[in-house]
C-alpha cells in the first residue's frame, strides 16, 4: 500500500524565520509528487514535481524532490502570518483502473506567531 | 469561473439517518474524485468517477457508502445509516481527464459532516 509520511507533524515558529518541511514516500509506480496548502477549506495547489533535482519556486515558497532517497522538502522563507496552514504532500502514481490515484500524508500544521 | 462547489458546507446528522453530499464539478470537468479527511489526519481517496461510470472505488468502505455522477447533475456521496465515526470533513475534486503533463485535482470546499 501507498504510503506518505510528512514531519513534523505541527511547527510554530516566529514571523520572519524560514521553515522546512518533510515528505517521505513509498508508491509503486510513482508518477509525481504534490504539494498543497490548506487553510480552513479547500487544499490549494501549490507544486508539482516530478525530476529530481530541479527545484520549484514561487515566490517565498520552493521545493525539490529526491526520487533516489523518496522524499521531498518544502522550504518557505520570511514566513508571514498568512503562511498559518496545513501543508499536505501527496503522490500520485497510476491504478489499475486506468486513473490516476492521490495518497496524501496526514500534514504539517504550521502557524506563524506575529 | 466558478470552482468546485459543494453543499452543504455543514450537515448534521443523528446516528441512522442517511447523508447525502453534492459536488459540482468546475465547467467542462467531468472527473469526480471524492476524499475523505478525519480529524488530525490527511486525506484519504475515496471513489473516482466519470459521468455514469465509477471507475475506481477501491478507498470506499465496503458498507453503507455509495457515489454516483449521473448524466444531469451533480455528483452525490450517499452514506447510509451514519455512525459517529463517519463524522468527518469530505471532499470532492475534479479534472478534466488526463491531459498531459499533469492532470490536476481542483479541490471543492468540503462539507463537514457531523454525526450525534
Known amino acids: 500500500e501507498d504510503k506518505v509520511v510528512q514531519s513534523p507533524l505541527s511547527l510554530v515558529v516566529h514571523e520572519g524565520d524560514t521553515v522546512t518541511l518533510n515528505c517521505s514516500y513509498e508508491?509503486?509506480?510513482?508518477?509525481?509528487l504534490l504539494w498543497y496548502k490548506q487553510e480552513k477549506k479547500a487544499p490549494t495547489f501549490l507544486f508539482m514535481l516530478t525530476s529530481s533535482g530541479i527545484e520549484k519556486k514561487s515566490g517565498r515558497l520552493s521545493s525539490i524532490l529526491d526520487k533516489k532517497e523518496l522524499f521531498s522538502i518544502l522550504n518557505i522563507t520570511a514566513t508571514q502570518t498568512g503562511d498559518s496552514a496545513v501543508y499536505l504532500c501527496a503522490v500520485e502514481a497510476p491504478t489499475p483502473f486506468g486513473n490516476e490515484k492521490l495518497t496524501f500524508g496526514t500534514g504539517t500544521r504550521l502557524t506563524i506567531i506575529p | 469561473n466558478a470552482g468546485v462547489m459543494q453543499n452543504p458546507r455543514h450537515l448534521v446528522r443523528r446516528r441512522g439517518q442517511e447523508a447525502r453530499l453534492r459536488c459540482s464539478p468546475m465547467k467542462g470537468h467531468s472527473h469526480v474524485y471524492w476524499y475523505r479527511q478525519l480529524p488530525e489526519e490527511g486525506l484519504k481517496f475515496m471513489v473516482y468517477l466519470q459521468k455514469e461510470n465509477i471507475i475506481d472505488e477501491s478507498g470506499m468502505p465496503k458498507e453503507r457508502f455509495s457515489a454516483e455522477f449521473p448524466k444531469e447533475g451533480p455528483s452525490i456521496l450517499r452514506i447510509q445509516q451514519v455512525v459517529r465515526g463517519d463524522s468527518a470533513a469530505y471532499f470532492c475534486?475534479?479534472?478534466?481527464?488526463?491531459?498531459?503533463?499533469?492532470?490536476?485535482?481542483?479541490f471543492g470546499p468540503g462539507t463537514r459532516l457531523t454525526v450525534l
Open positions: 475534486a475534479s479534472s478534466q481527464g488526463r491531459v498531459t503533463p499533469y492532470n490536476e485535482q481542483f
Open positions: 508508491v509503486t509506480n510513482f508518477r509525481s
